[in-house]
């Protein structure tokens, strides 16, 4: 049944809501690192990760509002200091409404794969996509992406570790036998419980002599 539409602001705001470049230290009312989970979808990671690390502010950014507005209800719910969620598109976001080199990590998991040839130019990762996560990300920041699809998975690796900014890294190992808690997003246990291959990225933007 479609949950009904409540003004969950502040925890869910549509960015076009938002004026200019937006000021995290206004948004969450502290100096605290920045995390983005692009695509956050429904929220798992987004929500677990403000329980589990409640000294940095989490932000999701979401193209489809209903699957934000899920997420921002579990935030609301908790009455969460440290996450919030944006309604909007994160080209946008990255390349207009955020301050360059402001955010600490972007995580991207499971990005829609856009299975057809002819429609794999409206997937995520693109040169221009990894250009904004450079000017997004601090020095030493980070990007985490996971996908189960495989193709995918080595474009984005291609992007991502030849692009001069970011280091790549080998990622943590995934814990084995995952229960119900363990998984990292919706996406994760989805596409686990169907037996799927998870492939893992992990890159740092380069330190930079001043
Ligand atoms: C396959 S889902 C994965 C959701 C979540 N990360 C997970 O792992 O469960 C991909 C999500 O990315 C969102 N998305 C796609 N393009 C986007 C964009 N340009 N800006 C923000 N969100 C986007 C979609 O609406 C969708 O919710």
Not at 16 to 39: A, H, K, M, S, T
Not at 45 to 55: K, M
Not at 114 to 131: C, N, S, V, Y
Not at 186 to 195: C, D, Q, T, V
């Amino acid at each position: 049944m479609p949950l009904p539409i409540v003004d969950l602001r502040p925890y869910f705001t549509p960015l076009r809501e938002f004026e200019g470049v937006l000021d995290w230290e206004q948004i969450f009312g502290n100096d605290g690192p920045v995390e983005l989970d692009i695509g956050c979808g429904r929220g798992k990671f987004l929500f677990d990760s403000t329980v589990a690390h409640p000294a940095t502010n989490w932000v999701g950014v979401e193209l489809d509002f209903t699957e934000g507005r899920r997420g921002a209800r579990r935030l609301a719910k908790r009455v969460s200091t440290n996450g919030r969620v944006i309604g909007g598109d994160a080209h946008e976001l990255l390349m207009r409404r955020v301050k360059r080199h402001s955010v600490a990590a972007a995580h991207v998991y499971f990005p829609d794969p856009w299975w057809k040839r002819k429609h794999h130019k409206r997937r995520l990762f693109t040169d221009e996509f990894a250009d904004l996560l450079a000017s997004t990300v601090m020095q030493g920041g980070f990007v985490h992406s996971w996908t189960d699809v495989e193709d995918y998975y080595h474009v984005i690796r291609a992007l991502m570790n030849h692009h001069p900014e970011f280091t790549p890294l080998p990622p943590p190992p995934e814990p084995a036998g995952l229960s119900d808690g363990d998984y990292l997003t919706s996406f994760h246990r989805r596409r686990k419980l169907a037996g799927s291959t998870i492939w893992r990225g992990l890159w740092q933007r380069r330190w930079r002599r001043t």
